[in-house]
């Protein structure tokens, strides 16, 4: 299965896999101590982008562009400057092109910041976490709260756009200190928040940690009402919530991440990157190894492709929409049923409403903040 280089696709993900570090928490596909292939995968990012874009017989305009990671801010500066020099050859840049770097603190110098600026990168998204240097050094996440600063004190001179993720539910930190870190990040020169729920992914290091006991995370309840008064504090801190996880100032939502919640086609590339064609989702390799070599015999990385069916694309539809402002319609939901599987539906509808967990605006469904804890239940009600 291929992708479909018929499809029209407006955005590029491009991954770059390296890291200074491997943050015991981490799920990504990212290498550490691997800085040595740096220029091998970058000329074979070059290929696998100049291979495929080829074969669709023009320039795809391009709406976003977003180097993802790994941490893609230790990106040499003349490979991404060539980097750029490909995909300006490859492709047409849209007028309001958005264009985010995943940038961790303390990997960043004022040269780098200067050539993204040059290069026309204009949105940055800073893994910030915590500003707990001893907190982020157990999960083996060396940076510090006053790499942070320096930062965004030099960032906010080149970039009006800047993001900042933060982790919510890490060990030892308090309520308390949650708070007043959200009480300074609103004071921040930034336009947009993204604030994840600590996860504990399989094969993890914390995963480990975790069912030893050597680490002990906070209780579920207590990081759900901190999620809560989080929204609310950011809401009335001009921070509008646009997604379960994302805050952003009126005009500065994610582009591109709102180009995945639409479920609209989108090239990707590099290591692990998974790509979508409208019908059909593909992977990447992920052995480093496997995937350059690949590339560079012309052969296909391809690790993992599926065809979705309508079922599936309905699914998603439900979890992308529910998730989002604009939550999702009746229609998208019932689209291509029967009309028994609708009339379930609509009883199903109505039952989720009734407990308080939907609310209907317009034909528009949106979970409640009590929907909200209870997620994966409305949607197989909605989707079964
Ligand atoms: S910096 Fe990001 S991608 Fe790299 S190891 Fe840490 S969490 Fe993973």
């Not at 390296?18 to 074979?44: K, N, T």
């Not at 990168?121 to 600063?149: C, F, P």
């Not at 001179?157 to 200190?177: H, Q, T």
């Not at 300074?184 to 947009?192: A, L, R």
Request: proline fraction near 4%.
């Amino acid at each position: 299965m291929h992708f479909d280089t018929s499809a029209v696709a407006h955005s590029v993900y491009i991954h770059w896999p390296f890291c200074p570090y491997r943050c015991h928490f981490c799920p990504f596909v990212a290498l550490a101590s691997h800085d040595q292939f740096m220029g091998r995968y970058h000329e074979v990012l070059k290929k696998e982008i100049t291979d495929l874009i080829a074969k669709t017989g023009q320039k795809p305009l391009l709406k976003t562009i977003f180097f993802g990671g790994g941490t893609p801010s230790t990106y040499p500066n003349p490979l991404l400057l060539d980097m750029f020099g490909t995909l300006e050859g490859m492709f047409l840049f849209g007028k309001d092109i958005e264009i985010t770097i995943e940038v961790n603190p303390g990997t960043v110098s004022l040269d780098q910041l200067k050539v993204w600026k040059e290069v026309g990168i204009n949105r940055l998204s800073i893994g910030v976490q915590s500003l707990k240097d001893g907190v982020l050094q157990k999960m083996n996440r060396h940076q510090t709260a006053d790499q942070v600063y320096f930062l965004l004190n030099n960032a906010k001179d080149y970039f009006d756009n800047l993001s900042v993720d933060l982790i919510l539910g890490l060990p030892e930190v308090s309520e308390r200190e949650w708070k007043d870190l959200l009480e300074e990040v609103v004071t921040w020169p930034i336009k947009h928040l993204s604030m994840y729920f600590l996860t504990i992914h399989e094969n993890t290091q914390l995963y480990f940690q975790v069912k030893k006991n050597t680490v002990v995370l906070p209780a579920d309840d207590a990081v759900v009402d901190l999620y809560y008064w989080s929204r609310d504090f950011l809401q009335e801190h001009g921070f509008e919530q646009y997604e379960l996880s994302n805050f952003a100032k009126p005009g500065y939502e994610s582009r591109h991440n709102t180009m995945y919640w639409e479920r609209k086609p989108y090239y990707a590339f590099g290591l692990g990157a998974c790509s979508f064609d409208g019908m059909r989702r593909f992977q990447n390799e992920q052995n480093l190894m496997k995937y350059m070599h690949g590339v560079e015999q012309g052969k296909s990385i391809i690790s993992f492709s599926e065809e979705l069916t309508p079922q599936q694309v309905r699914l998603e539809r439900i979890m992308l929409g529910l998730r989002r402002r604009e939550g999702v319609t009746c229609e998208a939901i019932m689209e291509g049923l029967g009309s028994e599987a609708c009339a379930d539906i609509a009883r199903a509808i109505v039952q989720l409403r009734e407990q308080k967990l939907l609310t209907d605006a317009n034909g528009q469904l949106r979970l409640t903040p009590a929907g909200l804890a209870l997620e994966n239940q409305v949607i197989m009600q909605l989707s079964s």
